[in-house]
């Protein structure tokens, strides 16, 4: 089993930047397959971005540009650098893991507790 327990994240202001962390226990993570979600209220939960394994990454044409995402094996754990925020970018932001490679899916086995960020304008 792989626990994902995140931090990071709160208030910023329309251009600013935040950074997410996921640190994931009970496996190492190198296998895995890591995404990130959003889901703002009344909406339903949309995929911002995923880095495989082998490090390819993809990105939701919302935050393409703006946001990064990368992994630190040795640490088990995915970041979300997130630049130039937006109002729209609001809402609770999960990070996922995986054994296969579909970023955009829901097919993510393991989950963390989400996170709240919050951009004002």
């Known amino acids: 089993q792989v626990q994902l327990v995140q931090s990071g994240g709160g208030l910023a202001q329309a251009g600013g930047s935040l950074r997410l962390s996921c640190a994931a226990s009970?496996?190492?993570?190198?296998?895995?397959?890591l995404g990130w979600f959003r889901q703002a209220l009344g909406k339903e939960r949309e995929f911002v971005a995923a880095?495989?394994?082998?490090?390819?990454?993809v990105y939701a044409d919302s935050v393409k540009g703006r946001f990064t995402i990368s992994r630190e094996n040795t640490k088990n754990t995915v970041y979300l650098q997130m630049d130039s925020l937006k109002p729209e970018d609001t809402g609770v932001y999960y990070c996922?893991?995986?054994?296969?490679?579909?970023?955009?899916?829901?097919?993510?086995?393991?989950w963390g507790q989400g996170t709240q960020v919050t951009v004002s304008s």
């Open positions: 996922a893991a995986q054994r296969t490679f579909v970023p955009n899916s829901n097919n993510y086995g393991y």
């Open positions: 009970g496996r190492t993570i190198s296998s895995y397959h």
């Open positions: 880095i495989s394994a082998s490090e390819l990454r």
